[in-house]
């Protein structure tokens, strides 16, 4: 736990009127998850979270539904109308971008200035590109990333890779020195565990075959 920091998932506009701090994710399928959002009406509880300035993280997917719309030609998730806080459009295409690498900042401001210039690993999966909706990015939205890998608009933030907050730098940076990393937390599960069980009831699991294992029923597939 975090002092003073708390999770929500919002599924009422109400939630995201009250937070400090939105984060729109990564999205299996961007145009219906934007179809999910304004039959909830969240479209216009972001807008709002946005306009007054308070920070936004959008990664991956959410950085799509951020720009004016979405172009698919080739039939990969469907066009959409984004909601429009963004100056970028989006356009699928049936190849899909695998990368994983080190991602750095450039010079960031306001609430996200201490994550100018950090390193961290990451990695992209998405359909398509991401372009300007004019000739040139407008002069309010700077880069976050090189290559286009992000921008930010005030305290707004998109970015193209994954892993930000699961990076030690990156989340003490944003939430104090004394907060505790992904690491931290799951390590203090295993010793939790360690201290509750007798070490041959774990152990019994360790060898235990995979309710998997033969069945004609499952298949795992794993992508390139």
């Not at 090189?146 to 907050?165: E, T």
């Not at 505790?180 to 565990?193: K, N, Q, R, S, Y």
Request: hydrophobic share 40%; glycine share 10%.
């Amino acid at each position: 736990t975090v002092s003073g920091l708390s999770l929500s998932w919002a599924r009422e506009a109400q939630t995201i009127a009250s937070a400090d701090l939105l984060v729109l994710p990564g999205s299996k399928n961007v145009a219906a998850d934007l179809d999910w959002i304004r039959r909830r009406n969240l479209d216009s509880a972001i807008a709002a979270h946005v306009a007054a300035g308070k920070p936004t993280l959008a990664i991956c997917g959410g950085l799509q539904m951020l720009g004016e719309r979405l172009d698919d030609p080739y039939g990969v998730e469907g066009h959409a109308v984004g909601l429009g806080l963004m100056p970028y459009r989006r356009e699928f295409l049936p190849a899909k971008t695998y990368r994983h690498g080190r991602y750095s900042f450039c010079e960031l401001e306001g609430f996200w200035t201490p994550l100018s210039r950090l390193g961290f690993d990451g990695y992209e999966i998405h359909h398509g590109f991401t372009h300007a909706a004019a000739a040139q990015p407008a002069p309010h939205m700077r880069p976050a990333l090189p290559a286009d890998g992000g921008w930010q608009r005030g305290n707004l933030l998109a970015l193209y890779p994954h892993g930000l907050l699961e990076n030690p730098e990156a989340f003490k940076a944003l939430f104090g020195a004394d907060t505790p990393t992904l690491d931290d937390v799951m390590e203090g599960l295993a010793d939790f565990i360690d201290g509750r069980f007798p070490r041959e009831v774990l152990m019994s699991y360790v060898d235990r075959p995979s309710p998997l294992a033969g069945s004609p029923k499952w298949r795992i597939e794993t992508s390139p």
